[in-house]
């Protein structure tokens, strides 16, 4: 079975400072990986995926991700925080080789963006 | 383009009742899903629809859940009766085609369900 897993349940940064939110995920064949970003009383929304070709994709709003197949993850990443960027980032997987599959989130990771 | 509609944005209802949410997807997206986001957890797929039919209810509490696409546009998520842990926000989401893994899902703002 897929999963995901973002270890830290929140994030603190100062703005300015580059902020980076990990992932890891488990499938038994090839990921497609999926960034969402959700703002209170929101739905969520897409930031970027990865889905072949340049391990690094970039995304809206300045965002960023690396997928990294040894280390089977795809961090967020940006050079730069805002204080709008705080948030509820969520990782998702699917894995392109099992037909009929469901898209898998992680619990999600809070960023706290500080002036 | 038009986002994805959900009504209504709040419900709260005792245990033992019946709620139902509706969702209104995006103009020509062929699939359409339900996801069940409980406070402090990530999104989980209740049931995914390709136009009318069913693809995934795997993790859908058939007991009392149930959900239909009657014309593969709109559709309405019904919970009968509802348990105190049906308590989340129940988000509807689409995208352009089931055959395009890739397609990003587009979600609607959500119902926030309390039972009480």
């Known amino acids: 079975a897929q999963s995901v897993a973002q270890p830290e349940d929140q994030v603190n940064v100062a703005e300015g400072n580059p902020l980076t939110v990990k992932c890891t995920y488990s499938?038994?064949?090839?990921?497609?990986l999926f960034w969402y970003v959700q703002y209170p009383n929101r739905g969520l929304q897409f930031l970027l995926k990865?889905?072949?070709?340049?391990?690094l994709v970039k995304g809206s709003y300045g965002f960023e991700a690396e997928f990294n197949k040894s280390q089977t993850s795809f961090h967020l990443k940006k050079p730069s925080a805002l204080v709008s960027d705080s948030a509820l980032y969520f990782c998702?997987?699917?894995?392109?080789?099992?037909?009929?599959?469901?898209?898998?989130f992680g619990g999600g990771t809070r960023l706290m963006v500080k002036p | 383009e038009a986002g994805v509609a959900q009504s209504p944005r709040y419900k709260i209802i005792e245990k033992r009742q019946s709620v139902a949410f509706w969702c209104n997807p995006i103009?020509?997206?062929?699939?359409l899903y339900w996801y069940q986001q409980i406070l402090g957890q990530g999104p989980k797929l209740l049931i995914q629809?390709?136009?009318?039919?069913?693809?995934?209810d795997s993790q859908l509490p058939k007991d009392r859940f149930s959900a239909e696409r009657l014309k593969g546009v709109d559709s309405t998520l019904k919970i009968q009766p509802a348990k105190l842990e049906d308590s989340a926000v129940y988000l509807c989401?689409?995208?352009?085609?089931?055959?395009?893994?890739?397609?990003?899902?587009?979600f609607g703002n959500g119902t926030r369900l309390t039972v009480t």
């Open positions: 989401a689409s995208s352009a085609s089931r055959d395009n893994w890739s397609s990003p899902l587009h």
């Open positions: 499938v038994s064949g090839n990921p497609y």
């Open positions: 990865y889905i072949t070709g340049d391990n």
């Open positions: 998702a997987v699917r894995d392109i080789n099992n037909a009929g599959n469901m898209l898998t």
């Open positions: 103009s020509g997206h062929a699939t």
């Open positions: 629809f390709q136009n009318n039919g069913v693809v995934d």
